[in-house]
């Protein structure tokens, strides 16, 4: 049975995407569950010895404290059910680059936007953007802007799975006035 999420969940879980780690869904109860890429090859070189019947002279995974051995049955989970985890889209799918220039272009401002826009282009363009935004005063436009762009990419990664989801005040499903 599939659970109704909460967008702001996963707008919350798209802003704190990163490198080492994967989200997941777990349609039967909403929850975002984290794996780091650390526990995940962890359940794969554990699944593959099953697979081949390879038995471990030493077992590392049980030498391991409680909170790694259980993020490692969690990758374990996630890797033999097809059907109940569903990947979130990370940082390669959310292009934040692409979203500071979307803000740039389209600040009303067209001196700052101009000023933004080139400050973005070359190495260190996320620092020298952040350092801009305060400087200009114009922070809070871009974590508004920044927060719309997630709930759109939400939105649209929720659809294209088929899940239902609402919104804060449970007023909507899924886009439905209920």
Same mark, same amino acid.
């Given at each position: 049975?599939?659970?109704?999420?909460?967008?702001?969940?996963?707008?919350?879980?798209?802003?704190?995407?990163?490198?080492?780690?994967?989200?997941?869904?777990?349609?039967?109860?909403?929850?975002?569950?984290?794996?780091?890429?650390?526990?995940?090859?962890?359940?794969?070189?554990?699944?593959?010895?099953?697979?081949?019947?390879?038995?471990?002279?030493? *077992?590392?995974?049980?030498?391991?404290? =409680?909170?790694? %051995?259980? !993020?490692?049955?969690?990758?374990?989970? /996630?890797?033999? +059910?097809?059907?109940?985890?569903?990947?979130?889209?990370?940082?390669?799918?959310?292009?934040?680059?692409?979203?500071? *220039?979307?803000?740039?272009?389209?600040? =009303?401002?067209? %001196?700052? !936007?101009?000023?933004?826009?080139?400050? /973005?282009?070359? +190495?260190?363009?996320?620092?020298?953007?952040?350092?801009?935004?305060?400087?200009?005063?114009?922070?809070?436009?871009?974590?508004?802007?920044?927060?719309?762009?997630?709930?759109?990419?939400?939105?649209?990664?929720?659809?294209?799975?088929?899940?239902?989801?609402?919104?804060?005040?449970?007023?909507?499903?899924?886009?439905?006035?209920?």
């Amino acid at each position: 049975m599939s659970s109704t999420v909460k967008l702001n969940d996963i707008i919350d879980a798209l802003d704190t995407a990163g490198d080492e780690l994967q989200q997941y869904l777990d349609k039967r109860t909403g929850e975002i569950v984290l794996v780091t890429n650390e526990e995940m090859e962890e359940a794969e070189d554990a699944s593959l010895g099953d697979e081949f019947g390879v038995e471990a002279e030493d *077992e590392p995974i049980l030498e391991l404290p =409680d909170w790694q %051995r259980e !993020g490692i049955a969690k990758a374990s989970e /996630i890797l033999n +059910s097809d059907e109940h985890f569903v990947a979130l889209p990370d940082q390669s799918d959310i292009h934040e680059y692409r979203i500071m *220039e979307d803000f740039c272009l389209s600040y =009303d401002n067209r %001196r700052v !936007g101009d000023e933004l826009h080139r400050l /973005i282009k070359g +190495s260190g363009a996320f620092r020298r953007f952040k350092n801009a935004i305060n400087s200009m005063g114009v922070e809070d436009a871009w974590y508004e802007f920044r927060r719309m762009e997630f709930e759109r990419i939400a939105i649209e990664w929720l659809e294209n799975e088929g899940i239902l989801y609402t919104r804060e005040d449970a007023t909507e499903v899924s886009g439905e006035t209920m």
